[in-house]
């Protein structure tokens, strides 16, 4: 507290926010509307700390605007969380994409969260037309239909199952075997499925 009493009100803010932070204080000063902003501060010791500034309380002395109360809330440990999970998202991500497997993740409803190239190649695919589809509009209707339900029954029952499917693919016989394991939010709760598959491709001989 004593660092900050008498300082300017800028001199804690990162240099890459103090354009931002000024703007917010001018109009906090106009008594102006302020949007929502996220500010990095860093004290003394180094240490940075990051403050959701939702907006100010003006101060009014006799009909004039003597000083306002800018209020904030501390986020700093959500921020890092925030880091550390994407940091962990890009390194599976970075894992899934290299195994030889077909891999993916599908929620209840049959959209393709995930998907690496093995996945996408063996439904004649490219990755970026399979995450944020979902299954109908991937696959064919009959084969789609078959998946849904099966990813459905996993999530219900929150066990893992295993399945042998085949799927007529471009006049090539693609065979699935399919190992499904249910895919768990922090509360415990089954949201989704992470399928790795065995994929076999018979050639059209004829």
Same mark, same amino acid.
């Given at each position: 507290?004593?660092?900050?009493?008498?300082?300017?009100?800028?001199?804690?803010?990162?240099?890459?926010?103090?354009?931002?932070?000024?703007?917010?204080?001018?109009?906090?000063?106009?008594?102006?509307?302020?949007?929502?902003?996220?500010?990095?501060?860093?004290?003394?010791?180094?240490?940075?700390?990051?403050?959701?500034?939702?907006?100010?309380?003006?101060?009014?002395?006799?009909?004039?605007?003597? /000083? @306002?109360?800018?209020? #904030?809330?501390?986020? =700093? *440990?959500?921020?890092?969380?925030?880091?550390?999970? %994407? $940091?962990?998202?890009?390194?599976?991500?970075?894992?899934?994409?290299?195994?030889?497997?077909?891999?993916?993740?599908?929620?209840?409803?049959?959209?393709?969260?995930?998907?690496?190239?093995?996945?996408?190649?063996?439904?004649?695919?490219?990755?970026?037309?399979?995450?944020?589809?979902?299954?109908?509009?991937?696959?064919?209707?009959?084969?789609?239909?078959?998946?849904?339900?099966?990813?459905? /029954? @996993?999530?219900?029952? #929150?066990?893992?199952? =295993? *399945?042998?499917?085949?799927?007529?693919?471009?006049? %090539? $016989?693609?065979?699935?075997?399919?190992?499904?394991?249910?895919?768990?939010?922090?509360?415990?709760?089954?949201?989704?499925?992470?399928?790795?598959?065995?994929?076999?491709?018979?050639?059209?001989?004829?």
């Amino acid at each position: 507290r004593q660092e900050v009493i008498g300082e300017p009100a800028l001199s804690l803010v990162m240099p890459y926010h103090r354009d931002t932070a000024e703007k917010l204080l001018n109009q906090s000063l106009a008594d102006q509307a302020t949007p929502e902003a996220e500010i990095d501060l860093q004290g003394k010791d180094g240490v940075r700390t990051v403050l959701l500034a939702p907006g100010h309380v003006p101060y009014y002395v006799d009909g004039d605007l003597k /000083a @306002v109360l800018v209020t #904030g809330t501390d986020i =700093t *440990d959500r921020k890092w969380a925030e880091e550390a999970l %994407r $940091q962990s998202e890009d390194y599976y991500r970075v894992i899934l994409e290299s195994v030889r497997d077909a891999v993916v993740v599908i929620d209840s409803e049959g959209r393709y969260l995930f998907a690496n190239s093995g996945a996408a190649a063996s439904v004649g695919r490219d990755v970026s037309q399979m995450i944020g589809k979902t299954v109908h509009d991937v696959l064919p209707r009959d084969f789609a239909q078959n998946r849904l339900q099966q990813v459905r /029954a @996993v999530i219900r029952s #929150g066990k893992p199952a =295993t *399945d042998l499917s085949r799927l007529v693919l471009d006049g %090539r $016989q693609v065979w699935y075997h399919q190992h499904i394991q249910p895919l768990k939010n922090a509360e415990g709760q089954v949201h989704g499925v992470l399928e790795r598959l065995d994929v076999l491709v018979i050639p059209d001989l004829a």
